[in-house]
């Protein structure tokens, strides 16, 4: 079964400490995302990458980090310096960059107390 | 600044009508136009994909683009209390830009 997976789907964490939220997709595409949601809110892109080891900042990079080593992983580490970390946080592939739909993963809701 | 508009509705239709989504976007140059729908607390599913002037069905849905509007559409035929959903619609051309959906209620 082709599909994106995020692990874990709830994660529960204390302020001041980083977490990585993963992502994996056997899909064979180039392109890999990471967006926020906020209750009510639209996606936020946070992070893309076009190709192993490259990566962009989206619109809202601050706080965040990630690495591309491998074609199929795209990990997300939400650092202590993310001031409203509590969210739902999606990853997205697709073929290439650019005009090319996105297929997204189930998600993973972060609350930070 | 690209964007995407959509009323956040909610738009509430009774069961068995059609359900009219409408959409516009800012940049000319956009090239490739989707429709995705989510449920409350899951993420987004792609639904429909459209890229020329027109209409494209897939089963109860059809989607319509006009780009000399700038106006993209999605209509559910036969609505069922299943299609309460938010529907996210997107127009990508170096990037994909999404709007922040609009909230649709089948009435039972």
């Known amino acids: 079964d082709g599909g994106i997976t995020q692990s874990p789907k709830y994660l529960f964490r204390k302020e001041g400490q980083n977490v990585t939220l993963s992502c994996e997709q056997n899909?064979?595409?180039?392109?890999m995302y990471w967006y926020r949601q906020d209750p009510g809110q639209g996606l936020r892109l946070i992070y893309y990458?076009?190709?192993?080891?490259?990566?962009q900042k989206g619109d809202i990079a601050e706080g965040y980090s990630v690495s591309r080593e491998k074609k199929e992983s795209f990990p997300l580490t939400v650092t202590s310096a993310q001031k409203n970390p509590t969210a739902f946080y999606l990853c997205?592939?697709?073929?290439?960059?650019?005009?090319?739909?996105?297929?997204f993963g189930p998600g993973t809701r972060l609350t930070v107390t | 600044q690209k964007e995407v508009e959509q009323n956040s509705g909610p738009l509430s239709v009774p069961e068995g009508a059609i359900a009219s989504l409408n959409c516009t976007y800012s940049?000319?140059?956009?090239?490739?136009f989707f429709w995705y729908r989510q449920y409350s607390g899951k993420s987004p599913e792609l639904i429909m994909s459209?890229?020329?002037?027109g209409d494209k069905e897939d089963g109860r849905f059809t989607a319509q683009l006009n780009k000399a509007s700038q106006y993209v559409s999605l209509l559910i035929r036969d609505s069922q209390p299943s299609d309460s959903a938010t529907y996210l619609c997107?127009?990508?051309?170096?990037?994909?830009?999404f709007g922040k959906g609009t909230r649709l209620h089948i009435l039972p």
């Open positions: 997205a592939s697709s073929a290439a960059g650019g005009r090319y739909e996105q297929y």
């Open positions: 899909l064979n595409h180039d392109a």
């Open positions: 990458s076009q190709i192993v080891n490259d990566f």
């Open positions: 940049d000319r140059v956009s090239q490739s």
């Open positions: 459209i890229y020329s002037n």
């Open positions: 997107a127009a990508a051309d170096d990037k994909i830009i």
